[in-house]
């Protein structure tokens, strides 16, 4: 089972950047999808960005392209997330996770148990 530990949150005024890390500290993604996923209060865990294992293609929420960029490191086992041009409505606690298309929704699924995320703030 891997165990997924995501850092690097923090307060940030609007406009502002943050750069999100995933690594796993037991276990190997490297082969897998991995994603980024967040949370706001209130509201469902939402679909953010994803990057492929191999090709390093990837994927992004319509509300975050053009700011934000997924990467992975899978020699160091870990995925990052740069956040650039931060708003208040990005604020949620940030997860990350293996994640596969449903065979009939299409729509992403998660593969690991969750990690504790790491919060975001912004500010206006």
């Known amino acids: 089972q891997v165990r997924l530990v995501e850092s690097g949150g923090g307060s940030v005024q609007a406009g502002g950047s943050l750069r999100l890390s995933c690594e796993a500290s037991?276990?190997?993604?490297?082969?897998?999808?991995m994603g980024w996923l967040r949370q706001a209060p209130g509201k469902e865990r939402e679909f953010v960005a994803a990057?492929?294992?191999?090709?390093?293609?990837?994927d992004y929420a319509d509300s975050v392209k053009g700011r934000f960029t997924i990467s992975r490191d899978n020699a160091k086992n870990a995925v990052y997330l740069q956040m650039n041009n931060l708003k208040p409505e990005d604020t949620a606690v940030y997860y990350c996770?293996?994640?596969?298309?449903?065979?009939?929704?299409?729509?992403?699924?998660?593969?690991?148990?969750w990690g504790q995320g790491t919060r975001v703030t912004v500010s206006s």
């Open positions: 037991e276990g190997t993604f490297s082969t897998y999808r």
């Open positions: 996770n293996a994640l596969r298309r449903s065979a009939r929704s299409r729509a992403y699924e998660s593969l690991f148990s």
């Open positions: 990057v492929v294992w191999n090709s390093g293609t990837t």
